[in-house]
């Protein structure tokens, strides 16, 4: 299957702080990748998707300059939580689209866990 | 996106088959697939099942679609304690994007 890394795979900051996360696909090229947030023992829930050289289209109720997106190119998407605050705490997990032949799927990386005090 | 159901637990004794059932909304999805995740840990591709199959087989994993009833099912024989985890079942809507459902916690005992 396809690799995709996500780095750090753990942070711990002060409110009021900023986190920038990535979100790379290793072995292929992804013009579209995926960012979710999980809460404990939750399902996934789609924050926003990243698409390669525009901007970024987030789902209902994801404070779009809160969650500020970039995907400047065709292997790495970033998320920054801006100005963080402990509700914000959670498990960031991102996905980068895969199309190849009829088959469209996505890979998701090892999640990010973002504390904060 | 849409309304995706599982059932939240499975207990199953080891070297026996796992069911895991879910159901679905959109009839137009085109593809449903299923992931595993691990505690801390991302999501793992399992398998997906393209929407005119109806079966689709993958070493241990089988996948069953009943598109009438909108309902998907993995099955995993011979279970090990390394299947423990949770599974997650998907559906695309709006072309790409996935929706999932809440996720089955598999328990292996021995």
């Known amino acids: 299957g396809a690799v995709v890394s996500q780095h750090p795979s753990w942070v711990i900051c002060k409110s009021g702080t900023s986190v920038k996360i990535e979100c790379r696909s290793l072995?292929?090229?992804?013009?579209?990748m995926f960012w979710y947030r999980q809460f404990p023992k939750q399902s996934l829930m789609l924050m926003a998707t990243?698409?390669?050289?525009?901007?970024?289209?987030?789902e209902q109720g994801v404070e779009k300059d809160k969650f500020l997106i970039n995907h400047a190119s065709l292997t790495l998407s970033t998320l920054t939580v801006t100005s963080a605050h402990p509700e914000d705490s959670s498990f960031y997990i991102c996905?980068?689209?895969?199309?190849?032949?009829?088959?469209?799927?996505?890979?998701f990386g090892p999640g990010t866990r973002l504390t904060v005090l | 996106g849409e309304d995706v159901e599982q059932s939240l637990f499975l207990s199953v004794r080891e070297g026996d088959s796992s069911v895991i059932n879910c159901t679905y909304t959109?009839?137009?999805?085109?593809?449903l697939y299923w992931y595993k995740q691990e505690p801390g840990a991302g999501l793992q591709l399992l398998t997906y099942?393209?929407?005119?199959?109806d079966m689709k087989q993958d070493q241990r994993l089988t996948v069953l679609l009943n598109k009438k009833d909108k309902h998907l099912s993995l099955r995993i024989a011979d279970t090990q304690t390394g299947d423990s985890a949770i599974y997650f079942c998907?559906?695309?809507?709006?072309?790409?994007?996935?929706?999932f459902g809440a996720g089955t916690t598999v328990t292996v005992r021995a």
């Open positions: 996905s980068a689209r895969r199309l190849a032949g009829v088959a469209d799927t996505q890979y």
């Open positions: 072995d292929f090229q992804a013009t579209t």
């Open positions: 990243s698409n390669e050289g525009s901007k970024a289209t987030y």
């Open positions: 959109d009839s137009s999805s085109t593809y």
């Open positions: 099942i393209f929407s005119n199959m």
């Open positions: 998907a559906e695309i809507f709006n072309d790409y994007k996935l929706s």
